[in-house]
Nanobody, 120 residues
Framework: VQLAESGGGLVQSGGSLRLSCAAY????????MAWYRQAPGKQRELVAS???????NYADFVKGRFAISRDNDKKSVYLQMNSLIPEDTAVYYC???????????????WGKGTLVTVSS
């Protein structure tokens, strides 16, 4: 199983970006999916998560600015980021709990990350 992220880049403060992440491999189903981020010198932190039925959870620092969504048919999760500020600069990682023949009760996988840089 691999998670492939895309959509990062450089944007000015107040701008928007949309991150995408797709799960590939011999997958039975994808349970919870989430986005985390890690800024330089800081610990990785949860940004937003979404269950297979679409229930969402957000970190306080992105509420009202970011929106997480998913497409179960495409085994993909998205993060729409609006009103970006320099403090949002970080590597953003996709995370998914995936069921396979080897891990029928699920196993958490991580993507390699995509860099988001917000300039002031």
């Amino acid at each position: 199983v691999q998670l492939a992220e895309s959509g990062g880049g450089l944007v000015q403060s107040g701008g928007s970006l949309r991150l995408s992440c797709a799960a590939y491999g011999s997958i039975y189903s994808v349970n919870n999916m989430a986005w985390y981020r890690q800024a330089p010198g800081k610990q990785r932190e949860l940004v937003a998560s979404i269950t297979s039925s679409g229930l969402t959870n957000y970190a306080d620092f992105v509420k009202g600015r970011f929106a997480i969504s998913r497409d179960n048919d495409k085994k993909s999760v998205y993060l729409q980021m609006n009103s970006l500020i320099p403090e949002d600069t970080a590597v953003y990682y996709c995370n998914a709990d995936v069921e396979t023949s080897i891990s029928p009760y699920g196993k958490v996988y991580w993507g390699k990350g995509t860099l988001v840089t917000v300039s002031s």
